[in-house]
């Protein structure tokens, strides 16, 4: 499923004027005859010369350039679209064939400034960065500078919208009090040509009192991960306090699977803000196609809720719908409301299920007897004859979750007594296994955990997937009927008034695998918690998660820490600077944990810092407290392909920690595509061109660079910054050893044979 990641584009924070000269011409006077043009692709040797050494750069010229650009943009692979299922597969590979004339684009602004035709290859440049996906350098921060310039110089008129070469701009709507002054502003959207429609920039149009334009950006979506808008924004005052939104849906979808996400943005100050921003960092999320949601009728507050239609399984054979309400609590929308919606009885096992999932288990019990009452007579066609075993044991469960002892114990010897299916008796043995053990509702975990084992021990080989469920168990869902995370619940309730130490030994007692118990002082407070690791089992085998335990006012709380202590490589703990509880440092064999425990209205809850893509394939970590912050160092297991070292300070300001330095300039273990679009940033917008050559080589040299891109950056760099032979041998060495990808052609561009 993929990720729904929305960018609400702000202000940028700096300014591209592709219409103005460059501050540091490259080459001579342009040729005014430079024209742009589709040119056939030159004539080379199919790979070059032995040596770089009988090469030289070609003096670069304005048609050279637009040559360049031309051919790069006969390369582009084209990919149909298609509205129900995304993208084709060639997605990936039409979005690189954009890299190159991306490339060839920025350099031919960069280089001649003044041309005329450079207007319309910066459109080229920025459409092209359109469809680069999410590792791309933001596009409406260039496409908000090059409306901005051109307004501002008279070359474009609002009143008029032209095609700009393969985008099209076109009128929204008009608001008032859009920026909380009383005015109306003008909202426009523009798009690429090739999208349809479905990716964009919406923004507003502010005239300023000077009669200058301000592009004022909304909210954008382009190519990223299949994604396309779902609806028109909708302009109005949902919150009730007088400052109208903007409401739509971005919609992820591939093949069959959909996200969709919810945005309310609203002007806050300096930018639009996301009011249906959640906890998560993203906005309301709908997870299905078939979800659906609406703004309802304004309370007495003035604020319209937000209602989700959510397609909801009940279990892996019954479904429903299921609503949820989310208000306004003067800052975000908050969820305030989930239910179940109502299904018939006419499928007697959606009935069942049904029931389970609302918590009336009465209904569900009394669904079971009148079910197998009657399955003689008229039996479901949906399942296997001897499924009644399974319902059997589900009834009893449900009596035993409930505290009806004499009512599971019941129908468990029921089922002992009289199975459907005999030839298959897993289940009998099972439920044997079951009341073997069980007394009490303080017996329920263990009880599930043996009958659960019975189960297990029935398939000929340990992996449920080669298991053939029918033939060990007699019937084929993929699941117990027994549920051991509500088992796992009960018991801890059983331990709520205990002390920790007690409670430990409560759970031994009950059947809880506890293979290790410590103590550490987690939240600060000079008491140290019972830390224990739980082992269980289960369809996809052994698993352990250590739990802390943490005495409050209100009796013992367990907190998982989702890791398993028992793999134990370090752990240390430091307090930041400030009032903070202290930070964790846990290595659990080559990952690294960093947390904290907080406390939120009486609840003890897990903060994780730094993101987990880069604190795995760890060595060692050290930590140092300086008069700056907490530092920590992880040093990473040798690799050919990411950083070496990494270190992080800890910000008191934003109460977070931050990269402070890495043995590897610019690359902080992201992909080799987002250094690249560094190195784009470097090189065309900031013109720090020795610099760039220096982080390009440095990693070129270090690490595993397979990406003919960073090659083509690299020997660009070299040239750009006077270093002329490390720009032929680059170039050579492209062209040499990817000699069918566009990059080496534009390689062949920039040498030619050198003069004797």
């Given at each position: 499923m993929p990720s729904a990641t929305v960018t609400v584009a702000a202000t940028p924070t700096f300014i591209l004027t592709p219409l103005s000269a460059a501050t540091l011409p490259l080459t001579s006077t342009p040729e005014v005859t430079a024209t742009l043009t589709v040119t056939a692709v030159p004539t080379f040797l199919p790979t070059p010369e032995s040596q770089p050494a009988t090469y030289q750069l070609k003096e670069w010229t304005e048609q050279d350039a637009l040559d360049l650009v031309s051919e790069m943009q006969t390369r582009i692979d084209p990919v149909d679209w298609d509205s129900d299922i995304g993208y084709a597969s060639e997605i990936e590979r039409y979005q690189y064939s954009h890299r190159p004339l991306e490339i060839a684009a920025y350099e031919a602004i960069l280089r001649f400034p003044t041309s005329s035709q450079m207007e319309k290859v910066a459109w080229q440049r920025v459409l092209a960065t359109t469809q680069l996906g999410i590792t791309k350098n933001n596009p409406s921060q260039q496409i908000e500078a090059m409306l901005e310039a051109g307004l501002n110089q008279g070359i474009y008129h609002h009143e008029a919208w032209a095609q700009f070469n393969d985008f099209t701009i076109r009128p929204v709507?008009?608001?008032?009090?859009?920026?909380g002054d009383g005015r109306t502003i003008p909202i426009y959207k523009i798009q690429t040509n090739v999208s349809g429609g479905d990716d964009g920039l919406y923004f507003a149009l502010d005239v300023l009192e000077s009669q200058s334009f301000d592009v004022i950006p909304i909210v954008d979506l382009w190519n990223e991960g299949n994604a396309f808008w779902k609806d028109t924004p909708v302009f109005a005052d949902h919150t009730g306090d007088g400052i109208p939104e903007a409401?739509?849906?971005?919609?992820?979808?591939?093949?069959?699977?959909?996200a969709t996400t919810v945005l309310v943005l609203q002007w806050q100050g300096t930018q639009f803000v996301n009011l249906a921003k959640q906890p998560d960092g993203q906005g309301i999320s709908l997870p299905l196609c078939w979800d659906e949601w609406q703004f309802l009728p304004a309370e007495v507050n003035g604020a319209q809720p937000i209602q989700l239609n959510l397609f909801h399984f009940l279990s892996d054979r019954a479904a429903t719908w299921m609503e949820q309400v989310y208000v306004w609590d003067q800052s975000h929308y908050v969820l305030r409301d989930t239910t179940i919606l109502p299904i018939s009885g006419e499928d007697p096992l959606e009935w069942i299920d049904y029931n389970v999932a609302i918590g009336e288990w009465e209904t569900a019990v009394q669904a079971i007897d009148d079910l197998l009452n009657q399955w003689g007579i008229n039996p479901p066609s949906s399942v296997h004859p001897s499924y009644p075993d399974f319902l059997r044991f589900q009834q009893g469960w449900l009596y035993a979750v409930h505290s009806q002892v004499e009512d599971g114990r019941a129908a468990l010897q029921q089922l002992i007594d009289e199975p459907v299916n005999p030839i298959t008796p897993t289940l009998s043995l099972a439920a044997q296994a079951f009341l073997n053990v069980y007394q009490t509702d303080s017996d329920i975990y263990e009880s599930c955990s043996v009958a659960k084992q019975v189960m297990l021990d029935a398939f000929a080989e340990p992996s449920s997937f080669s298991s053939d469920y029918l033939a060990s168990w007699g019937y084929t869902q993929n699941g117990f009927p027994c549920d051991s995370t509500k088992a796992w619940e009960i018991l801890q309730d059983q331990t709520t008034f205990l002390d920790a130490e007690d409670a430990v030994?409560?759970?031994?007692?009950?059947?809880?695998s506890i293979v290790e118990v410590t103590f550490m002082d987690l939240d600060g407070d000079e008491h140290?918690?019972?830390?224990?690791?739980?082992?269980?089992?289960?369809?996809?085998?052994?698993?352990?998660?250590?739990?802390?335990?943490?005495?409050?006012?209100?009796?013992?709380?367990?907190?998982?820490?989702d890791f398993d202590a028992t793999t134990l490589t370090k752990w240390e703990t430091e307090v930041p600077q400030g009032d903070n509880p202290p930070l964790h440092f846990v290595q659990i064999t080559e990952a690294l944990h960093i947390f904290q425990v907080n406390i939120q209205s009486e609840e003890r809850t897990v903060q994780r810092y730094v993101r987990y893509e880069l604190l795995y394939n760890v060595e060692n970590f050290a930590l140092d407290q300086q008069e700056n912050g907490l530092v920590v160092t992880v040093n990473f297991l040798p690799t050919t392909y990411r950083f070496h070292q990494l270190t992080f300070r800890w910000n008191p300001a934003v109460e977070d920690f931050e990269t402070a330095a890495t043995d590897v300039p610019y690359f902080l273990g992201t992909s080799p595509y987002m250094l690249v679009e560094r190195a784009k940033v470097m090189l065309f917008e900031e013109q720090r061109f020795e610099e760039t050559a220096v982080m390009l080589s440095y990693y070129t040299a270090n690490y595993e660079a397979n990406l003919s891109e960073a090659y083509y950056l690299l020997a660009l760099a070299y040239e750009l910054s006077g270093q002329e032979q490390q720009a032929v041998e680059t170039y050579w060495q492209l062209w040499h050893d990817f000699p069918e990808d566009s990059f080496a052609i534009m390689a062949r561009r920039k040498v030619v044979p050198a003069e004797p």
């Open positions: 709507a008009e608001v008032e009090n859009l920026l409401a739509l849906s971005i919609r992820f979808q591939s093949g069959t699977m959909c030994t409560f759970l031994k007692v009950h059947g809880v140290n918690e019972t830390l224990f690791t739980r082992e269980s089992n289960d369809l996809y085998g052994p698993g352990r998660i250590t739990y802390a335990i943490f005495t409050t006012e209100s009796g013992l709380e367990f907190v998982p820490l």
